[in-house]
């Protein structure tokens, strides 16, 4: 038995290594280039940049995320403390984080106007026209606008290719993990990070709640569980930093709002508008990150219980690879067609952390053993065995990599939940 914790500690160990290194590669990658031919658009990445993956695709089929997106840079942000604590170089990843924010300021600043016309239309070849980014959308970026944007080009520049928009969740991650960073290392505090967070929070109080376009980009705009759950934690944190009585009170409609969504089974559905029975891992995500464990939102809450539960039968049911698994691959939703729909990297590790936390929280070694199954899972799963770069997806019958081969979400999603369980392993060894 000794023999095998040591083990599984020793995988751990190396692929939280080899996540904090994808992680280091994806921030600040100015020795990176992305060439689009069809667009004839080079970019090399800014410092302060995060790469949504440094893998260079152009749609053939894996997908291009050569881009800073605010969600993702968000949630890679908030984890760099625990690649900090795998690596040792805490001077480096202060730098990168300062870089960050430094780079966060300058792609929201509202003085900011985007160009008059799309620059790569030109350049553009006749089968990629119909991607380019309208010239009046480009126009009319200034002021606000440009926190309504889900994602920026890598060299700080805006986005010039057709995306969904207004996107309303990047603001609110970004606020929530600030914070955190901010109680976590003081030396991040100054005037950059003060002007970025009430810049985001101020945003959030005056677009909080209304239909945008939701975590995985897809249309029509909607009130989505993941984005009103983010919405309200980044507002109720800020309201008790800064004794404002109307963010508090703004943070209090989200919940209502948000409560609009339960289902007769207690689950909560993927926004305000989605049907019965429509769940979005998404929603269990954005709890996970605001950690609370009182209110309608607790981690052991009906809401949450019940969600995840509901998404668990879902996704049992319909990816092959879980055949004879007591514990799932978790996807993003039932329908989900991207890629031919299949688990994901992240949103199993989410529920890997939820396992550990639930674990820890009442010292219950039974659902130890399940974040543990699903970690095995996932490490059985990364090429390499944990040595290498952590993709978006997985097959949903065989478990072979698919879409993303090394995505930097993926990295920060497994370091959190490998910080989750050694603190449930040290709980449980305490009791």
Known sequence: MADEKFGAANRIATAQRAAAASMARACSATGLVQRREGFGWTVRPAPGSVLASTHPGHWDPEPDYFHHWIRDAAIVARAMPLAMAVDGDRQGWLARLRDYIAF????????RRGPPANPL???????????????????????????????????GGPDLE????PQDDGPA???????????????LEGTAAEELLARDLSHLMAVAGRPAIGPWEEEPARRCSFTLVAQWD??????????????AARAAELLALIAGAEDPDGALRESLEAGLGRYDIGTVMAILDAGRWEGPLALDGRWMTATVAALEAVFAEIYPLNRGRAVPAMGRWREDVFFDGNPWFPCTLACAELDYRLAARHLDPARFARGEARMEMVLDLWPGRGTGGLPEQFDRATGAPRSCPELTWSAAAFLSAAAARARADQALGER
């Open 234 to 247: 980044a507002l109720d944190r800020g309201a008790a930093r800064t004794g404002d009585p109307a963010m």
């Open 104 to 111: 966060s300021l300058a792609i929201s600043d509202p003085a």
């Open 173 to 187: 991650l970004r606020a929530q993990s600030l914070m955190e960073l901010l109680e976590a290392l003081p030396e």
């Open 162 to 165: 057709r995306w969904a928009r």
């Open 121 to 155: 239309r030109a350049g553009t070849r006749a089968d990629h026209l119909q991607f380019l980014r309208p010239d009046a959308e480009l126009a009319a970026l200034h002021g606000t606008a440009w926190l309504e944007e889900p994602r920026c080009a890598a060299d």
